[in-house]
């Protein structure tokens, strides 16, 4: 059996973190980009993994990590778009992330995914695509260190925030136990921050809202601003 995550962790404690997407950023000056957010006090860096399979898209993979690893101290909140997780948990982690999420549309047994990943060294999240129901996540759900809900369709960056997203945030919210965090992903900016913090996330995943702006690290505290109002 998994075993309980109520143990300290870098991200346990409570509060509203934005998580910039290195989707976003310039890919022929990853270090200096992720360097701008780190500068400005982020404390996670979202890495999304497209393998083609699972999403009409590829991304990057672990060569990227590794050399990412030497140059930042950021919290590697690694987002298996994959379809076969397990297979590549292992070197995903010797690679550098610290937090691997995986989809539950591709897990038919889920606890042993988790223990798997466990294994492998690393925190665990579960996420779960906008067609796909919290109850899906039941038996998962005490097991994990983060639930990521998508509020869109994954594969892409820039596209526009799902609204039903919030229920499935005030469901969840419900369910997760204060050391667990809430992380949304997809179409977060300016509009979007304050309503998703107050259905109840606290990790708020952002590409083109932090990295796709002339100053990163400005944009993303100012995204911190607007969600402190929520
Ligand atoms: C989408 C990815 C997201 C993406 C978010 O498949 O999981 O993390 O980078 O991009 P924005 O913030 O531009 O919607
Ligand atoms: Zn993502």
Redesign the pocket.
């Known amino acids: 059996m998994p075993t309980a995550t109520q143990d300290t962790w870098p991200l346990a404690t409570p509060r509203i973190r934005i998580a910039p997407?290195?989707?976003?950023a310039d890919f022929a000056r990853l270090a200096d980009d992720v360097a701008k957010i780190e500068a400005a006090g982020a404390e996670i860096l979202?890495l999304?993994i497209?393998d083609g399979h699972f999403?009409p898209?590829i991304s990057f993979g672990i060569p990227v990590i590794e050399k990412l690893r030497q140059v930042s101290r950021l919290f590697f909140d690694t987002?298996l778009?994959i379809t076969e997780p397990v297979r590549y948990a292992e070197p995903f982690v010797k690679a550098g992330s610290d937090l691997l999420t995986f989809h539950i549309e591709v897990s038919h047994e889920p606890l042993r995914v988790v223990d798997h990943i466990r294994g492998a060294g690393a925190r665990v999240g579960v996420t779960l695509n906008p067609g796909t129901e919290v109850s899906a996540l039941r038996e998962v759900v005490a097991s994990v260190d983060l639930v990521l809900v998508?509020?869109?369709?994954?594969?892409?960056?820039?596209?526009t925030?799902i609204a039903s997203t919030l229920d499935k945030c005030r469901a969840l919210r419900g369910l997760l136990r204060a050391d667990q965090r809430l992380e949304v992903?997809?179409?977060?900016?300016p509009d979007t921050v304050a309503a998703v913090v107050r259905a109840g996330a606290d990790t708020l995943?952002?590409?083109?809202?932090?990295f796709?702006r002339a100053d990163p690290g400005g944009a993303m505290r100012e995204l911190e601003r607007l969600a402190g109002r929520a």
């Open positions: 997407s290195l989707l976003a979202h999304d497209m999403v898209n987002h778009m998508m509020s869109v369709w994954p594969g892409f960056g820039g596209q925030f992903d997809g179409g977060i900016g995943v952002a590409g083109s809202a932090v796709g």
